[in-house]
């Protein structure tokens, strides 16, 4: 993380991060630290306690005078579904909601949540508070896995997907899922995206319905990205190991030097990242919320403060690279 934290630390402006479970002690600790060097302006749902840290703001739901305009907002977001404006009030109430309008509204630039709340009740916030990117289908998410093998991936950093979210993807999705993590990829890793298709084939080394479905992937991804340096089906091995690369995929733009890798369902990744992370030490970081409007992420419900405060970091840098997208229309 010290080169994420490194580029957080040189901007001028500092990205507000709001947590709506404000009154649980890992999110307070976490935010205090963030104030205290200085990284971004932590805002914490709640009331604030006795021996609150010093920069840390607090932002009762109850009493905020945003609610109306909150509520309303959400209104605005849901009522061709059939939500009704007192019924989005209640909701506006909730912290969970409460912070991702905040987001929405443009009061914050990213939140983070979810260590005392569960995915889908944090994603489902997010969605209705926030909504999708433009032209964006999937919502999904990315690890971010350093390993201590420098030589894999970038300086050993590994953005993999999608670990948490999407089940059975098809071949649209998992090309959604591509584009998405290839951004991510290029804002949390800072360098170019160098994605690998997984499967258990190696072109063509196996068929089954399984294997098509990656292949037809990859050509929707060479249709609508054709500036991506992707490449695909692969198997791991093939896709980061250069003498494996050699003999399974010769000529290949990714074999052997992968630094994104997306899956092919989300068994396989759950199953990879957590075996990366006992088996070979490394550090996961995530997951990382890919799709959504502006950046909202989850937390796992036994993250520690040290992890809270990275994904903080990361969801500033995810604000930063928002920002600029929209600077550029």
């Known amino acids: 993380m010290a080169g994420q934290i490194e580029r957080v630390r040189r901007r001028r402006e500092k990205k507000t991060i709001v947590f709506p ?22 805002i914490l749902i709640g009331r604030p306690s006795a021996g609150a840290p010093e920069g840390v703001a607090f932002v009762d739901p109850n009493t905020s005078p945003k609610l109306d305009r909150y509520a309303a907002l959400l209104h605005e977001r849901r009522r061709a579904k059939g939500l009704m404006y007192l019924e989005a009030m209640e909701l506006a109430r909730q912290p969970l909601y409460f912070a991702s309008l905040m987001v929405a509204a443009g009061d914050a630039d990213g939140g983070i949540g979810g260590c005392a709340n569960s995915t889908a009740d944090t994603v489902r916030a997010a969605l209705h508070a926030i909504g999708v990117k433009p032209k964006v289908k999937v919502v999904s998410s990315v690890f971010i896995l350093a390993c201590q093998n420098r030589q894999r991936g970038h300086n050993g950093l590994l953005a993999m997907a999608d670990c948490a979210i999407v089940i059975d993807p098809s071949s649209l999705e998992l090309a959604e899922i591509a584009i998405a993590t290839a951004d991510s990829a290029r804002t949390l890793l800072d360098t170019e995206p160098i994605v690998a298709m997984l499967s258990f084939s190696t072109k063509g080394s196996g068929r089954h319905a399984q294997v098509d479905r990656v292949v037809e992937a990859v050509k929707i991804l060479h249709a609508r990205a054709p500036e991506m340096i992707v490449d695909g089906e692969l198997q791991a091995d093939a896709a980061l190991d250069p003498v494996v690369a050699k003999l399974k995929a010769p000529g290949s733009p990714v074999a052997g030097r992968a630094n994104t890798l997306i899956f092919p369902d989300l068994g396989s990744a759950n199953i990879a990242y957590k075996m990366v992370e006992r088996l070979g030490d490394a550090a996961a970081i995530g997951p990382f919320l890919q799709g959504l409007a502006k950046p909202v992420n989850d937390l796992s419900r036994g993250a520690t403060a040290e992890e809270i405060y990275d994904v903080a970091i990361i969801t500033s840098l995810q604000a930063q690279a928002a920002a600029e997208q929209g600077a550029g229309g």
Not at 21 to 42: C, K, Q, T
């Open 21 to 42: 479970e404000g009154s649980d002690a890992r999110v307070i600790e976490a935010a205090g630290r963030l104030a205290r060097e200085g990284l971004v302006r932590p």
